[in-house]
C-alpha cells in the first residue's frame, strides 16, 4: 500500500505561481512513476504531468511550457510548478502513483483557484 499527502494549492491572481507537493509513505519503494492529474467542476479528471523514476517526463498539452514536473532524489516526493496560471487551470488537483505492479494510487486532491 502507498499513502499519498498533497499540499501547495490555495488562490492565486491570473498569470501566478504555485508549487504542489506530493509525499508518498508506505510501500514506496516500489514506485514506478508519478503524476499529477486535475478535475474541474462538471468536467472529468484529465492528465497533467508524469515523471518515471528515471526521470522521464510528459505534459498534456494545455500546461506544456507553463507546468514543470520534478521528484525528489529517494523518488517519493513529486512536485508540480505551475507558472503563468489560468482562470482555466482552476481545478481539483490529483497526485497519481503507479507503483511497478501496475497498482494505481490517488491523493486526496488539493484545491487550486485562480482568480482575481
Known amino acids: 500500500q502507498v499513502q499519498l499527502v498533497e499540499s501547495g494549492g490555495g488562490l492565486v491572481q491570473p498569470g501566478g505561481s504555485l508549487r504542489l507537493s506530493c509525499t508518498a509513505s508506505?510501500?514506496?519503494?516500489?514506485?514506478?512513476?508519478l503524476g499529477w492529474y486535475r478535475q474541474a467542476p462538471g468536467k472529468q479528471r484529465e492528465f497533467i504531468a508524469a515523471?518515471?523514476?528515471?526521470?522521464?517526463?510528459n505534459y498534456a498539452d494545455s500546461v506544456k511550457g507553463r507546468f514543470t514536473i520534478s521528484r525528489d532524489n529517494v523518488g517519493n516526493t513529486v512536485y508540480l510548478q505551475m507558472n503563468s496560471l489560468k482562470p482555466e487551470d482552476t481545478a481539483v488537483y490529483y497526485c497519481?502513483?503507479?507503483?511497478?505492479?501496475?497498482?494505481?494510487?490517488w491523493g486526496q486532491g488539493t484545491q487550486v483557484t485562480v482568480s482575481s
Open positions: 497519481r502513483v503507479v507503483n511497478r505492479l501496475t497498482n494505481v494510487y
Open positions: 508506505g510501500s514506496s519503494f516500489w514506485i514506478n512513476s
Open positions: 515523471i518515471t523514476i528515471p526521470g522521464s517526463t
